[in-house]
């Protein structure tokens, strides 16, 4: 098709461009332009330390003294005083056992804070750290205590006369320090005949247990002295403490209150610790022998007092010789009171009536 004669006059030839000319850079805009490259290249840095490594704290990390682990693990924290804080919780090395101690040399620590681009660690011119595992305890109270309530339960016994007897040498339960609530005995095993008791001892659910047995001993109350009493001297309840014993190998005839010999004196020298018997003490003398009395004569209508001397001793309500002064007689007599003694009809009477007054005193 030919070309229309406007098309081609319409063409016009290109014009290639010569060479572009730079105006030189001023100085001024060469050093703004270093400085923006620097401020730039510093703050990168800083955003991509962020990114990969915790925030390094203000002051110097140290390596802690004695340490105490609560739990399974030890944390940075734990070791290491001043440590970054998005650090501290990052676990570091494993606890000993409950209640165990163990040791960590400071080179170990310090290598394992270095793997982490944390810094150097100052170890104060140590060589290692002890670490103590905390655990709580159960001993043998405790032990006893759930046996005895398990005791109670299946086998009706009262707690407070009985007492049990651990196998071993005092066992000790070691729980977590987190592990609260009371100890319970399960899978309880008793036999009556021999006293055997068995169980297994469990803290949370099983979380914690021991196996312990024993024997069930049945115990009593009774009187112990307090302190060494001399054969007369009197007795007080001051003297005396309850304690409970073990009713096999304790006396038969031992006393189980204080108030019963509270006042009486003791009739033969008593060591302190011992437990008290029932003849070991009794109501004081109030006649004595060879003494001095007033001896008393009441009937109805009728009351003489006279003074004569006792040919025995004797205790409130006892019969004893007295020699009337006057007529030398010897007269059978009842203690009354201390230095006094009756005669004649009334005198059952009359030792009540004493007895009475001295009960009120």
Not at 82 to 95: D, L, Q, T, W, Y
Not at 97 to 106: D, E, N, R, Y
Not at 155 to 171: E, F, M, N, Q, T
Not at 263 to 291: F, H, K, N, Y
Request: aromatic fraction near 2%.
């Amino acid at each position: 098709m030919p070309v229309s004669h406007d098309l081609l006059t319409g063409l016009r030839p290109v014009a290639r461009p010569g060479p572009a000319r730079v105006a030189p850079i001023a100085p001024a805009i060469l050093l703004r332009a270093a400085l923006a490259f620097l401020a730039l290249a510093a703050i990168g840095a800083l955003t991509l330390g962020a990114l990969t490594l915790p925030a390094l704290a203000d002051g110097p990390m140290r390596l802690r003294g004695d340490v105490t682990a609560r739990g399974d693990v030890l944390t940075l924290g734990d070791l290491v005083e001043g440590a970054p804080e998005a650090a501290v919780k990052r676990p570091m090395f494993r606890s000993p056992a409950l209640g165990a101690t163990g040791t960590i040399q400071a080179r170990r620590i310090a290598e394992a804070v270095a793997a982490l681009d944390l810094g150097a660690v100052e170890t104060g011119g140590r060589m290692q750290v002890a670490v103590q595992r905390a655990a709580r305890r159960v001993g043998p109270p405790e032990i006893e205590a759930a046996l005895k309530r398990a005791l109670e339960s299946a086998y009706a016994l009262d707690p407070k006369s009985v007492s049990v007897r651990l196998d071993g040498d005092a066992p000790v339960l070691l729980a977590p320090v987190d592990l609260n609530g009371q100890a319970v005995a399960l899978d309880l095993t008793y036999d009556p005949r021999s006293r055997r008791v068995g169980a297994l001892l469990s803290l949370g659910e099983r979380q914690a247990s021991l196996r312990v047995a024993g024997v069930v001993i049945e115990m009593r109350e009774v009187a112990v002295l307090a302190r060494p009493i001399n054969r007369g001297e009197p007795v007080t309840e001051a003297d005396l403490t309850l304690e409970r014993r073990p009713r096999e190998g304790t006396p038969q005839d031992a006393q189980n209150s204080a108030a019963g010999a509270a006042g009486e004196v003791a009739q033969r020298s008593l060591m302190a610790g011992a437990v008290l018997r029932t003849g070991d003490t009794a109501p004081p003398e109030l006649v004595g022998r060879g003494e001095t009395v007033t001896i008393v004569y009441e009937t109805p209508g009728i009351s003489l007092s006279m003074r004569g001397i006792s040919n025995d001793a004797g205790r409130m309500g006892a019969t004893v010789n007295v020699v009337n002064v006057a007529s030398k007689k010897v007269l059978p007599a009842t203690v009354i009171g201390q230095g006094r003694v009756s005669v004649g009809p009334a005198a059952p009477q009359r030792q009540a009536s004493a007895a009475t007054s001295t009960a009120l005193r």
